[in-house]
């Protein structure tokens, strides 16, 4: 007895996530967010090889960052930061609920189903369109102890993954948008300019 409850208080210990952050947003938050035309966005992040105090710190203030803005993912890209860190918490308002935090996320195996659904980025703040992207994923990476992990992800989960590690290839979601017009409405009633749009569709 003694023996397997101290197997799986070793086990609860390992599963734990080390970086808490507290959801409630601050006046000041520690670290800017880039918005579409600014060209931190779209220069290409650099592998991360050690995963240290400094790199926890990061996820941290990334975390209260998104937290503060009320989103549900931030990449490191977005903070200026040329960095394969992201962040992503779909359970914002419930405290008990510990964040993602994926260093050196690779995407290693897509589903063939598609579905679409509506985006949105604290980088182009005011934007939702619609985004055709797989519903499934399975996705490799680090955590914030430097762990190797892998995970099945679909929903919601599987959209903000990819969602964000696009940020760390310099890739914004509205470059992934099909309707031209209405994406071209939507930057401007935004006060942002289609020209900072990288489009990746063939015409
Ligand atoms: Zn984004």
Redesign the pocket.
């Known amino acids: 007895m003694t023996g397997s409850f101290a197997q799986l208080a070793k086990k609860a210990e390992q599963e734990k996530a080390f970086i808490t952050v507290s959801k409630e947003p601050v006046e000041n938050p520690p670290l800017e967010i880039y918005k579409l035309g600014n060209q931190v966005l779209r220069n290409p992040a650099n592998r991360i090889s050690k995963v240290d105090n400094s790199m926890r710190e990061l996820a941290k203030n990334m975390l209260t960052s998104m937290y503060s803005a009320k989103g549900i993912?931030?990449?490191a890209p977005?903070v200026g930061i040329q960095k394969r860190i992201l962040v992503i918490d779909l359970d914002i308002e419930n405290p008990a609920t510990p964040p993602h935090v994926f260093i050196n996320p690779e995407i290693i195996s897509s589903s063939g189903s598609i579905n679409t659904y509506e985006?949105?980025?604290?980088?182009?703040p005011g934007v939702y369109l619609d985004v055709i992207r797989p519903t499934s994923i399975k996705v490799s990476f680090r955590d914030e102890m430097g762990r190797p992990k892998k995970m099945n992800a679909d929903g919601l989960l599987a959209r903000c993954i990819q969602?964000?590690i696009?940020?760390l290839n310099g890739i914004?979601?509205v470059d992934r948008v099909t309707n031209e017009e209405t994406l071209k409405k939507e930057l401007k009633e935004n006060g942002f300019f289609y020209k900072d749009v990288n489009t990746l569709n063939s015409k």
């Open positions: 993912g931030l990449a977005q985006e949105g980025c604290l980088s182009i969602h964000e696009d940020h914004l979601f």
